[in-house]
């Protein structure tokens, strides 16, 4: 009998610990099951779940500057502008049209066909105002010149007032540009969706602007000593732009306005 006590004990203990594995509730009381309508339903699987919201979903990203600049030289600096080719295509190749001459128009001054002329040489800036922007493009130089057409305003989505150096063209109304631009030199919010913006001028040139924006004027805000467009330059995408002219000597130097980041 001493000989099978040992193997005994160890059968018991074999048929207790087979026993609780076999059955967990003989270690965990059971866990009562709930009404049907306190009853959590199962989590859903992932495919089934909505699509997040994107947290860009609405954001138009602004356009960036695309096809060839314009090189305005001036009697007080270079105005250097980026044509925003994609985005105002007809009101792009309007202005280089009357700048290179390729395009006819009506002298506003002599009311004659033109043609194999450029339109912006000779011109002046007749209105400037401060902390907003300067305007040319009238051959009258009065601001009520224009070369004998209208032209389709044209907003792109994303592309608003909201910086410094937008290139935008004049108008007495809606649908009413032609040769007319304006150069700012801070945010216009309030002209979002009234005026083509075609361009965006470069740093220096927005420190040129509020040089000009500053001089001497009359009560109509046209510059007691004319700002004279002495040419403009079409440059194609990805050339080099031509070698700055010298400035009169008389010329005022272009200097940030106060409050302007270096």
Do not use: W
């Not at 866990?31 to 994107?54: E, I, M, R, V, Y």
């Not at 080719?85 to 390729?102: D, H, S």
């Not at 007495?172 to 216009?188: D, H, K, L, V, W």
Request: hydrophobic fraction near 35%; proline fraction near 13%; include cysteine.
């Amino acid at each position: 009998m001493k000989h099978f006590q040992p193997l005994l004990l160890a059968a018991l203990l074999t048929s207790v610990t087979a026993g609780a594995q076999s059955n967990p509730q003989s270690t965990a009381p059971a866990t009562p099951k709930l009404p049907p309508d306190q009853q959590q339903a199962p989590p859903k699987p992932a495919d089934d779940l909505p699509d997040t919201p994107s947290t860009t979903e609405g954001i138009v990203i602004p356009p960036e500057p695309n096809g060839p600049t314009a090189v305005i030289d001036t009697t007080m600096g270079r105005l250097t502008c980026q044509f925003f080719a994609k985005q105002a295509p007809i009101t792009v190749a309007n202005f280089i049209g009357l700048a290179e001459g390729t395009k006819d128009y009506t002298d506003p001054t002599t009311g004659q066909k033109m043609t194999h002329t450029r339109f912006y040489d000779g011109t002046v800036f007749h209105r400037v105002i401060a902390n907003f922007m300067i305007q040319g493009g009238d051959r009258a130089g009065t601001g009520r010149g224009d070369p004998g057409y209208y032209l389709p305003d044209e907003f792109a989505p994303g592309l608003r007032f909201d910086r410094e150096g937008r290139l935008a063209m004049a108008n007495a109304g809606p649908g009413t540009g032609g040769s007319q631009f304006f150069i700012t030199e801070a945010p216009t919010p309030e002209l979002n969706g009234k005026h083509t913006i075609f361009g965006q001028c470069n740093a220096h040139a927005v420190v040129v602007v509020q040089t000009i924006a500053r001089v001497e004027k009359d009560g109509q805000d046209k510059p007691l000593q004319p700002v004279t467009i002495t040419h403009v330059t079409i440059v194609p995408e990805g050339q080099a732009l031509p070698p700055e002219p010298k400035l009169p000597s008389n010329a005022v130097p272009a200097t940030p306005a106060a409050g302007t980041p270096q």
